[in-house]
Structure formats: C-alpha cells, structure tokens
T-cell receptor
Framework: AQSVSQHNHHVILSEAASLELGCNYS??????LFWYVQYPGQHLQLLLK??????LVKGIKGFEAEFIKSKFSFNLRKPSVQWSDTAEYFC?????????????FGGGTRLMVKP | GAVVSQHPSWVICKSGTSVKIECRSL??????MFWYRQFPKQSLMLMAT?????????EQGVEKDKFLINHASLTLSTLTVTSAHPEDSSFYIC?????????????FGPGTRLTVT
C-alpha cells in the first residue's frame, strides 16, 4: 500500500519569501500525484497534478511542483508567497494500478504567511 | 464545472441518534464517490468508496454497520452515522470522480462538521 509523508507540519513565512513544501511517497509503481489546498473554512481545492510527461508541473496561483522519481518526491514550490496563501496544503498520491483508484493523503502542512 | 455539494454543512446531534449527510455532484455524473473523515489538525482518512448501484467498499477499521453508505444515483451518495457517539464528532468530506474527465481526479465537497453531544 502506498503512503505519503509531508515532513513540514507547520511553516511560517513572511510575504515575498520563497516556499518549498516537501512530499515523499512510498510506492514502487506508477503514480499520479496531486497537491490540494484547504483555505480556512473552505473545502479542498486542487492546486496541481502530475500524471505523466514533464515532471515540472505548474498549477494555479503561481504554484509549481517537481516530480523526482528517483527520490519518490513531489515537492511544492512558490517563489514569492502572499498573505492569501495562508492555508493547509495536502499532498496526495494515487497508485495507477490501484483498482479502487483511491487517493492517499499526506498529513498536511499548515502554512502561515505573515503580512 | 465539477462542483460537489454536501448537506448539511454542519450538524449537532445527541448521542444515540442517527445523522444523514448528503453528497451531490451538481454538474456531472459520478460513478464513484469517496467518503473521508478529517479530525482537527489531521489529514483526510478515507472511510469508504461508494460505487453507484453497488455496495460500498469500506477501509479497514471502519464499521460498515455504523457508517451506512448509499449511492443510489449517479449524482447522490449518502452517509448515515448510526447511533452517533461523541467520538464520531469530526469533519466528513465527500469527493466524486467525473468519469468523463479521466479516472484519477476527484472533486471535493465542502465538508460536513458533525458534533455529537
């Protein structure tokens, strides 16, 4: 079974700082990778996803993530964060051969951006 | 597009009563819906996978007799928490897969906060 680790539980940054959130997964086969964001009081929204092709994927709101297969990683980045990026971020993995196509979520990273 | 709604958004009930939560895909047909549970400051944990017209598949440790799932149509799945207890208080989130948009992407509802007193 696959598992997902997000090593940063809480991150506090000042506006304009650069962001990198780590995500590692354990599964030896082909995976689909996702980053979701949950703003305070709101539901999960998809930031970006990787299915195949260019391992550097760009999502909404200036976010990007790089899939490094050799490291089983899919880290999320943003060059300059804004106060409105304050939210919780979840990495999720779907094993392609999983008949149920279920998503496994990481523990989440709570980001606070100070104005 | 790909909007998922949940009703109610929050509910308070007394211990021993049952609560039904609805999950609807508003602008697409969802052959598969998923039910998650999220405890405060924790991640989402999959409870069950619901396929239209068939029985739900429950994850290990989830009591199927306590969490009844019905997926009667392509746009509606319901989760009934039976004989609720305070430890069932949590945030319940559903998601739905749009079969026309590929097999791997899920769209999430806004969640239902259940408090059992």
């Amino acid at each position: 079974a696959q598992s997902v680790s997000q090593h940063n539980h809480h991150v506090i940054l000042s506006e304009a700082a650069s962001l990198e959130l780590g995500c590692n997964y354990s599964y030896g086969g082909t995976v689909n990778l996702f980053w979701y964001v949950q703003y305070p009081g709101q539901h999960l929204q998809l930031l970006l996803k990787y299915f195949s092709g260019d391992p550097l994927v760009k999502g909404i709101k200036g976010f990007e993530a790089e899939f490094i297969k050799s490291k089983f990683s899919f880290n999320l980045r943003k060059p300059s964060v804004q106060w409105s990026d304050t939210a919780e971020y979840f990495c999720a993995v779907n094993a392609v051969n999983n008949a149920g196509n279920m998503l496994t979520f990481g523990g989440g990273t709570r980001l606070m951006v100070k104005p | 597009g790909a909007v998922v709604s949940q009703h109610p958004s929050w509910v308070i009930c007394k211990s021993g009563t049952s609560v039904k939560i609805e999950c609807r895909s508003l602008d697409f047909q969802a052959t598969t819906m998923f039910w998650y549970r999220q405890f405060p400051k924790q991640s989402l944990m999959l409870m069950a996978t619901s396929n239209e017209g068939s029985k739900a598949t429950y994850e290990q440790g989830v009591e199927k007799d306590k969490f009844l799932i019905n997926h009667a149509s392509l746009t509606l799945s319901t989760l009934t928490v039976t004989s609720a207890h305070p430890e069932d208080s949590s945030f319940y989130i559903c998601s739905a897969r749009d079969r026309t948009r590929g097999a791997y992407e899920q769209y999430f509802g806004p969640g239902t906060r259940l408090t059992v007193t």
